[in-house]
């Protein structure tokens, strides 16, 4: 079966987590207290050059695996388990029930396919945005049919939108009609998932500030997320909020927090040395090398792969050690030791031992696989 991705309901993913959960509407934009707790949730902060993994609370007053789940009186949270703290901690709440929050991703998705040079969407909900670039002719067509420039008119009118878009001559018989008619789907078939009233800021774990001699580092993204927070938790707490200022709240926060996934993912997942080539699509799998494959000069069958002395010896470590301690009467420590002076130097033991290697394995000899990997952009 097919591993595919859906929009989740972020409202189910609210009711179903079970660890610490923080609704920003409720804290005191002005308040000390309040304030140290939304740093405290939205970053983890290491102060020495050993990442801990002993179970604490935020402030660190209580730690150690045996008082897991008691509550500090100091910061107001229970000791936790680094390890298992994979679920936001802070969440917004929608103020109002018709401008409830669109999936970020979503967002995101309908947003490049709009434009490349403004947020069309944050335009149509937000008064107060007003890019330095020509608005394409189509975004006031746009307008002048859900009402106006209101983020509940295009949540309510986010389906007559996508039909809108489809049949304008941008966008038909192109990628981007393709890309339309999915959302358009979607938005039929899924509009459940697509708009919640509870949106999580990412988890902690995403975000790392660490204390040295020098100063504190961080990225940039953190600063840009306390922002967004800071706004939200203003909003909320704002007794004059009018229905205008709600709506450029919404569109503002929606537009911020969709770029914020969009700068995360290009910036430290996509790249070359983001987290899906380290760890998936280039890593280091067992008994595997990397090294420059060229032609072998002379005679030689094609099906041929002729290894370096040196890859030889490591990728076959395991095996090499086994028949030096058990064929050969070395041991383990001797065999070690021969094992890291022979990745240099060439030994008659272990030349023998990879001879006898290839006749034992079945065919030809020890059967490899070559490949080059590729890697695209993750976000369009």
Not at 182 to 187: G, M, P, Q, R
């Amino acid at each position: 079966m097919a591993i595919v991705q859906t929009f989740k309901s972020l409202d189910t993913y609210f009711m179903t987590t079970t660890g610490s959960k923080i609704i920003i509407n409720d804290l005191d934009p002005y308040s000390v207290d309040d304030l140290d707790t939304i740093n405290n949730s939205l970053m983890t902060v290491y102060d020495s050059d050993v990442i801990s993994t002993i179970p604490k609370c935020d402030c660190g007053e209580l730690e150690g695996k045996y008082l897991l789940g008691k509550e500090c009186l100091s910061c107001g949270t229970k000791v936790t388990d680094p390890l298992e703290q994979l679920d936001p901690i802070l969440w917004m709440q929608a103020i109002d029930k018709n401008m409830r929050f669109m999936n970020p991703h979503y967002w995101l998705m309908l947003r490049n396919i709009i434009s490349s040079k403004i947020d069309g969407l944050r335009w149509l909900s937000d008064t107060s945005y007003n890019p330095p670039v020509e608005i394409p002719p189509f975004l006031y067509e746009i307008k002048d049919m859900i009402g106006d420039r209101n983020y509940a008119n295009l949540i309510a009118n986010l389906g007559k939108v996508l039909s809108y878009l489809k049949q304008t001559s941008k966008f038909r018989r192109t990628d981007k009609e393709k890309e339309l008619d999915f959302l358009l789907t979607e938005y039929e078939t899924n509009r459940g998932n697509l708009f919640n009233n509870y949106m999580p800021i990412v988890n902690k774990k995403l975000f790392v500030m660490e204390v040295t001699t020098k100063g504190k580092f961080t990225n940039l993204t953190v600063s840009d997320m306390i922002d967004l927070v800071m706004v939200w938790v203003k909003a909320a707490n704002n007794p004059t909020n009018t229905p205008r200022k709600l709506s450029n709240t919404m569109g503002s926060v929606q537009s911020k927090l969709a770029s914020l996934y969009e700068t995360y993912y290009n910036t430290y997942i996509a790249t070359k040395v983001g987290i899906f080539r380290k760890h998936v699509f280039s890593f280091r799998s067992h008994f595997t090398f990397r090294g420059v494959i060229t032609s072998i000069p002379g005679k030689c069958d094609y099906d041929e792969v002729h290894v370096p002395w040196t890859i030889g010896v490591t990728a076959f470590r395991p095996h090499i050690l086994n028949k030096l301690v058990k064929q050969r009467g070395y041991t383990y420590k001797k065999a070690k030791a021969l094992m890291y002076k022979a990745v240099n130097m060439y030994d008659q033991d272990i030349s023998e031992i990879l001879d006898e290697l290839i006749e034992e394995a079945p065919g030809k000899g020890i059967a490899v696989i070559m490949q080059r990997n590729q890697l695209g952009s993750l976000v369009q």
